[in-house]
Every structure is written in structure tokens, then in C-alpha cells.
């Protein structure tokens, strides 16, 4: 499975999401941007998108609620490392309250990998963000030791606001 990621203008996306509705795809918003997100077996309908392939998967991808994505730049080097990190991780998210879907996804064509949660609501991310498991997964990557081993430059999280599909009756 891959995904992948474009961005533009809301309107803009939307009549790409709407032109294609037997595909996979979410649109996201925040204060400074908009992004399409494909999920695909196959290839992509975008024209120049960012590609992922995903590593793991948990839940369905759904037009609702709040996204969040961690970019984590990682060398060459540490990639099979990182990867196992992030491998079976299902039962930390499985038990989250507002939880509804996890994609772990690789880079095609650059070093950063983004860690890609979907929740209810953004409280329910901000419970997930202060949570022990969270501090278990992500904190320890922090550390300076592991920077300079692992990872070309810090980690930085994009958030999202999926608008409901509500059809007009």
C-alpha cells in the first residue's frame, strides 16, 4: 500500500477528492495549508504528490476528525533500525480513546518518515500526546545521543482539521 501526499488550496483539493470517490483520500486543513492524502495500491491520481510506502497500518482512513503527522528525518544508516521501532505498535494505539487510525509511512524519495495518526477529536490527540505510551514511543527519540546517531535534524509535528463529508439532502 502507499500514500500519497498533495497540497494546495482547500477548494482546489476538494474538486480532486470529489472528481475521484471510489478513492481513498483525505483532505486536511490547518491555518497555513491544505493536503490530499491518497491511499492507494495502485498509482496516484496527483501530478507531482510526495510518496510514501506504508510500513504499518492500523484503522480506516475516514473524512473526520483531527490528523496528526510527525515528520522524523532519519539517515540511511538507521532506517531498518527505526523501522522496528515503529513495527507491531498496534496495542499501544488500539486501547486510545478517540483513536482511529495509524499509518507508519516511508519515504520514496527523501529521509523523512511520517508517523501519520487520525483521532475523534483533537482532545483526544491531546490526551494521546500526554499519555505514558506517547512518552514511551516518541520522548526517548529526543534524546541527544540519538539525534546525532539516528537522525539528519529534529522531528516536527503537522496538525490537521478533517472537515466532515456532509452531503446535502
Do not use: C
Not at 8 to 17: P, R, S, V, W
Not at 57 to 76: C, E, K
Not at 100 to 127: C, D, G, H, Q
Request: without cysteine; aromatic residues 12%; glycine residues 4%.
Amino acid at each position: 500500500m502507499n500514500i500519497y501526499l498533495t497540497s494546495g488550496t482547500f477548494d482546489f483539493l476538494q474538486k480532486i477528492k470529489e472528481k475521484h470517490p471510489s478513492e481513498t483520500m483525505v483532505l486536511m486543513q490547518n491555518n497555513e495549508t491544505s493536503v490530499l492524502l491518497h491511499e492507494t495500491p495502485k498509482k496516484t491520481v496527483f501530478g507531482a504528490p510526495r510518496s510514501y510506502q506504508v510500513l504499518e497500518s492500523l484503522g480506516n482512513l475516514v473524512q473526520a476528525g483531527f490528523a496528526s503527522m510527525r515528520h522524523i528525518p532519519v539517515t540511511d544508516e538507521e532506517r531498518p533500525v527505526f523501522e522496528h521501532r515503529f513495527k507491531n505498535k498496534e496495542s499501544i494505539f488500539q486501547a486510545l480513546s478517540g483513536f482511529i487510525a495509524l499509518r507508519v509511512l516511508r519515504p520514496v524519495k527523501s529521509n523523512t518518515y511520517i508517523i501519520f495518526t487520525l483521532w475523534n477529536s483533537e482532545k483526544s490527540y491531546k490526551e494521546w500526546e500526554d499519555s505514558k505510551a506517547h512518552e514511551n514511543l516518541f520522548n526517548n527519540l529526543a534524546s541527544e545521543s540519538l539525534q546525532a546517531q539516528m537522525f539528519m535534524g529534529k522531528s516536527y509535528v503537522s496538525s490537521y482539521y478533517l472537515p466532515s463529508e456532509e452531503k446535502d439532502e
